[in-house]
T-cell receptor, first 116, second 112 residues
Framework: GAVVSQHPSWVICKSGTSVKIECRSL??????MFWYRQFPKQSLMLMAT?????????EQGVEKDKFLINHASLTLSTLTVTSAHPEDSSFYIC????????????FGEGSWLTVV | DAKTTQPPSMDCAEGRAANLPCNHS???????VYWYRQIHSQGPQYIIH???NNETNEMASLIITEDRKSSTLILPHATLRDTAVYYC?????????????FGQGTRLTINP
């Protein structure tokens, strides 16, 4: 079964509104989670590293004020797309790793965002 | 930046072995090779990983060359459900989380 779960699986929102996507680690605690974005027919692009209890680390070119990341607990990270625009429509995926050396990184099922 | 190179696409007949190559010529001694696959509209699925020895699990086998500069993922008896994009990724062997950087992957098509 899934060890990392995302919600919602898909969401449609209007331009200018904000939408929140949740990423949960099941059965393990994750001090770090990662958020990716994927456009059709392209590879996954890392957006940011979510750190429990501290600020997220954003990759170059990713607007931190637009993509708000909160990692308030050891099993939950949220990504909020603020003031969404149609160009933000994409597949958003999170990942997490159970603690330990060389452990497998598990990915969530992904969340489809469509901004209309 | 991705540290691996893969062919953009491959075809394989159903029931045959699918061999997916990956070059990672700049890999360092503490980096693992990971393989994931992504079926359309789903999150990546873990397949297998290794450091220097060949590995096998219920899904696939991973063959890593002695110099560790390349590897091959083998799906022994490919089925139509194995059609997916396969990603080869190197990951540093350190404690704690390490981000994965994805390349373009190989789009594998299994033909009936």
């Amino acid at each position: 079964g899934a060890v990392v779960s995302q919600h919602p699986s898909w969401v449609i929102c209007k331009s200018g509104t904000s939408v929140k996507i949740e990423c949960r680690s099941l059965d393990f605690q994750a001090t770090t989670m990662f958020w990716y974005r994927q456009f059709p027919k392209q590879s996954l692009m890392l957006m940011a590293t979510s750190n429990e209890g501290s600020k997220a680390t954003y990759e170059q070119g990713v607007e931190k004020d637009k993509f708000l990341i909160n990692h308030a607990s050891l099993t939950l990270s949220t990504l909020t797309v603020t003031s969404a625009h149609p160009e933000d429509s994409s597949f958003y995926i999170c990942s997490a790793t159970p603690p330990g050396l060389g452990n497998t990184i598990y990915f969530g099922e992904g969340s489809w965002l469509t901004v209309v | 930046d991705a540290k691996t190179t893969q062919p953009p696409s491959m075809d394989c007949a159903e029931g045959r072995a699918a061999n997916l190559p990956c070059n990672h010529s700049t890999i360092s001694g503490n980096e693992y090779v990971y393989w994931y696959r992504q079926i359309h509209s789903q999150g990546p699925q873990y397949i297998i990983h290794g450091l220097k020895n060949n590995e096998t699990n219920e899904m696939a086998s991973l063959i890593i060359t002695e110099d560790r500069k390349s590897s091959t993922l083998i799906l022994p008896h490919a089925t139509l459900r194995d059609t997916a994009v396969y990603y080869c990724i190197v990951r540093t062997r350190i404690q704690g989380a390490q981000k994965l950087v994805f390349g373009q992957g190989t789009r594998l098509t299994i033909n009936p």
